[in-house]
C-alpha cells in the first residue's frame, strides 16, 4: 500500500518562480493537510481540506494556494517564492471516520528558496 | 492562543526509562496525539488519549491528565533507534491538530 505519495523528495528553486508541490493518497481518506516543518517551530498548518471541493486556511497560509478536485489528490503551489519559504513540507491524511485527528504523513518536501 | 511546551532535547541511556513531558493550553481538547519523527523523516503515530490515565502500548505508554493539562510519554528499555524527536499534537475544538515543536531524544550506549 503506497498511503501517502509527495513529489518531489526535494527542490532547489528560484526565488521569484512558481511551483506546484504534489501530494496523492490512495487510503480513501476525506481529510488532507499541507504542513510546514522549521527548525525549533514545530509543525505548521498552511492549508486544509475536510472533504474534496472544499478547503480551508490554516495558521501559515500566506504566499500558498491548494485545491481539491478529487479525494486522493492535495497540490500545493508557490506563486511567487521567497527565500522564508525554504522548509520541510509534509502532506498528511486522516480518515474523520476513525480516530479523531489521527493523520498519516507523507515522506516530505525539502524545499530551497534561493 | 493556544499552546503546547515540551523540552527541547533530552539525553537517556540505552536499557534505561525516560519520561517525555508535554503540556497545553488549547481552545478545547478533543484528544492527545504523541508521533516519533526520525531525522528527515516523517511523524508516525504513537498514541492516542482522550481519557485520563495510562494507555500502554509494548514499551511506550502514554499518561493524560485534562484537568492539569498535562501529558507524557514513557519510554522503557531504550534501544538505540528510539533515537528521535518526538511531537505532542493536541486536537482542539474546532478538531484542528495543534503540535507542540517536538523533543529531540538523544539515546547513549
Known amino acids: 500500500t503506497a498511503g501517502i505519495t509527495q513529489a518531489p523528495t526535494s527542490q532547489i528553486l528560484a526565488a521569484g518562480r512558481s511551483m506546484t508541490l504534489r501530494c496523492t493518497q490512495d487510503?480513501?481518506?476525506?481529510?488532507m493537510y499541507w504542513y510546514r516543518q522549521d527548525l525549533g517551530l514545530g509543525l505548521r498548518l498552511i492549508h486544509y481540506?475536510?472533504?474534496?471541493?472544499?478547503?480551508g486556511k490554516g495558521e501559515v497560509p500566506d504566499g500558498y494556494s491548494v485545491s481539491r478536485a478529487n479525494t486522493d489528490d492535495f497540490p500545493l503551489t508557490l506563486a511567487s517564492a521567497v527565500p522564508s519559504q525554504t522548509s520541510v513540507y509534509f502532506c498528511?491524511?486522516?480518515?474523520?471516520?476513525?480516530?479523531?485527528?489521527?493523520?498519516?504523513f507523507g515522506q516530505g518536501t525539502r524545499l530551497t528558496v534561493v | 492562543g493556544q499552546n503546547i511546551d515540551q523540552p527541547t532535547e533530552m539525553t537517556a541511556t540505552e536499557g534505561a526509562i525516560v519520561q517525555i513531558n508535554c503540556t497545553y493550553q488549547?481552545?478545547?481538547?478533543?484528544?492527545l496525539f504523541w508521533y516519533q519523527q526520525h531525522a528527515g523523516e516523517a511523524p508516525t503515530f504513537l498514541s492516542y488519549?482522550?481519557l485520563d490515565g495510562l494507555e500502554e502500548k509494548g514499551r511506550f505508554s502514554s499518561f493524560l491528565s485534562r484537568s492539569k493539562g498535562y501529558s507524557y510519554l514513557l519510554l522503557k528499555e531504550l534501544q538505540m533507534k528510539d533515537s528521535a524527536s518526538y511531537l505532542c499534537?493536541?486536537?482542539?475544538?474546532?478538531?484542528?491538530?495543534?503540535w507542540g515543536a517536538g523533543t529531540k531524544l538523544i539515546i547513549k550506549p
Open positions: 498528511a491524511s486522516s480518515d474523520s471516520n476513525t480516530v479523531a485527528g489521527k493523520a498519516f
Open positions: 487510503m480513501r481518506h476525506n481529510a
Open positions: 481540506s475536510n472533504t474534496a471541493g472544499t478547503t
Open positions: 488549547t481552545s478545547g481538547f478533543n484528544g
Open positions: 488519549n482522550v
Open positions: 499534537a493536541v486536537v482542539d475544538s474546532n478538531y484542528q491538530l495543534i
